[in-house]
């Protein structure tokens, strides 16, 4: 029999005593948020008092960026922590890898409850990805092709046609207004799912089994304010004659650039534009009403959202007619920018980051923040150093894609697009010209700078011009 000293067993209290107590994290996500509809990103005219009020005494990223202007691969890029050509999802419908690493499976590795309640758009075999349950109905999209090794001819006659999915752009602004539609009632589902889960993790009032020492990672995703743009009446009539739509923008020649197109005068009017407009702003303010139910929920379950590490993002933005164009998958701030704050009151103080940075980042701050060892493979960084004031060192560049050859380099104010070798390449100075209205590619002053965008490209594996 081996009997312990009292020293030996003091030691080992003090050891247990260091054991710093991970903390719950909270992550809020939206779909195709415009980075600049936002009270917290200097916006005067939609309303989201809670996004804002976290923000506020958050840490906001100004320059953060989608690695991937769509959602299956923003999402999963993110996820993975890394960039579509390493985690294999480069275009809409592909997914990672079943028992991918992912963070959700990484702190599940450390105790962590890991639960998502809404949109995760998945559509491999492989549903949870880390996640050890799963609330709502927010994957409506995927339809049924995470079904694994199915006979294609047995579903022929029942698969959903893309336009069933959604509308032309065309269709989506001239229908624009008030209206319930999909997207509202499966945040509502999802939301109401959120809100359930909290008491019963928390409270659990009738077998008294809450789960208050066990760390929780809480993902609530929303669909809004992604189209079909529909809202409530009263918001609606609040923003219809507030809101500046985009009906004259400078448009290029150029064919990355020119799809998803609804023009003024053209195809749809400027009352049409102004209305889908109004719409969208109404949704952004719904899907603050509904993250304000989620801190509300926690607040009600003796929860202090001080303790929390609180993430709030989007997967890519809306170009919501800018420049002629809708929806998404083009490298214009409107599309690949989008907002992100973290907030940690005990351990980061309320600023402002504007050097750039990726959703892919997200990864490696979350596991640095909680004290979780970062998995080898990753393309994150950690955004701490940041978040404290600390740039030494720190590279000011990150990229994007979409598809298999079009690629975002933004290093500084320079964003440099490169759209395979059979396309130009374009280059924007953000400082020069944050409109976006000028290519700078040709531009003697640049020609130094294109060469190291062209060879950055290069060795990211994109042909070389």
Not at 32 to 46: K, L, M, P, Q
Request: charged share 25%.
């Amino acid at each position: 029999m081996v009997i312990k000293t009292e020293s030996v067993i003091i030691q080992k209290k003090s050891e247990m005593e260091k054991k710093v107590k991970r903390p719950n994290i909270l992550f809020l996500m939206s779909d195709e948020h415009r980075f600049d509809v936002a009270g917290f990103s200097g916006n005067t005219i939609v309303k989201t008092p809670h996004l804002d009020s976290l923000a506020k005494s958050g840490v906001v990223f100004n320059n953060a960026y989608t690695p991937s202007p769509v959602c299956i691969p923003a999402r999963q890029c993110m996820m993975s922590g890394q960039y579509p050509k390493t985690c294999g999802c480069e275009v809409f419908g592909e997914d990672l890898a079943p028992g991918y690493m992912t963070f959700a499976r990484r702190f599940s590795e450390y105790a962590y409850a890991t639960v998502a309640c809404g949109k995760l758009h998945h559509c491999g075999t492989d549903q949870m990805q880390g996640w050890t349950q799963r609330i709502g109905m927010g994957d409506i999209h995927v339809s049924d092709r995470f079904i694994d090794n199915k006979d294609e001819k047995s579903f022929e006659d029942y698969s959903v046609p893309v336009s069933s999915v959604k509308w032309t752009q065309v269709k989506e602004v001239k229908r624009a207004g008030v209206g319930k539609g999909s997207i509202r009632e499966t945040d509502d589902y999802t939301v109401e799912g959120a809100v359930r889960f909290i008491d019963k993790y928390f409270n659990d009032l009738w077998y008294d089994r809450e789960q208050k020492k066990r760390p929780l990672l809480l993902k609530v995703s929303l669909v809004k304010p992604h189209y079909p743009y529909l809202a409530d009446e009263d918001k609606f009539r609040y923003y219809l004659n507030r809101v500046k739509p985009y009906c004259e923008n400078v448009t290029f020649d150029h064919p990355a650039l020119t799809p998803h197109k609804a023009e003024v005068g053209k195809d749809v009017s400027e009352r049409e534009i102004r209305r889908a407009t109004a719409a969208y702003y109404a949704m952004v303010e719904e899907l603050d009403e509904q993250f304000g139910k989620i801190i509300g929920a926690l607040e009600n379950a003796g929860e202090n959202i001080d303790d929390w590490i609180v993430v709030y993002t989007s997967d890519h933005g809306e170009m919501l007619g800018q420049h002629g164009v809708w929806e998404k998958q083009k490298f214009y701030e409107g599309s690949a920018r989008v907002p992100l704050f973290i907030r940690f009151p005990s351990e980061f103080k309320p600023g402002t980051v504007n050097e750039n940075v990726n959703l892919c980042d997200l990864f490696a701050t979350l596991c640095d923040i909680a004290g979780i060892a970062l998995p080898e493979g990753t393309e994150s960084k950690s955004l701490v150093p940041l978040m404290k004031g600390e740039k030494v060192n720190f590279v000011n560049e990150t990229i994007s894609q979409f598809g298999r050859t079009h690629l975002m380099i933004k290093k500084d104010s320079l964003k440099y697009m490169f759209y395979g070798d059979k396309l130009p390449d374009m280059l924007f100075d953000l400082d020069a010209n944050p409109e976006e209205t000028v290519d700078f590619i040709s531009a003697p002053a640049y020609s130094e700078i294109v060469g190291y965008f062209r060879k950055k490209a290069e060795s990211l594996g994109f042909c070389a011009k």
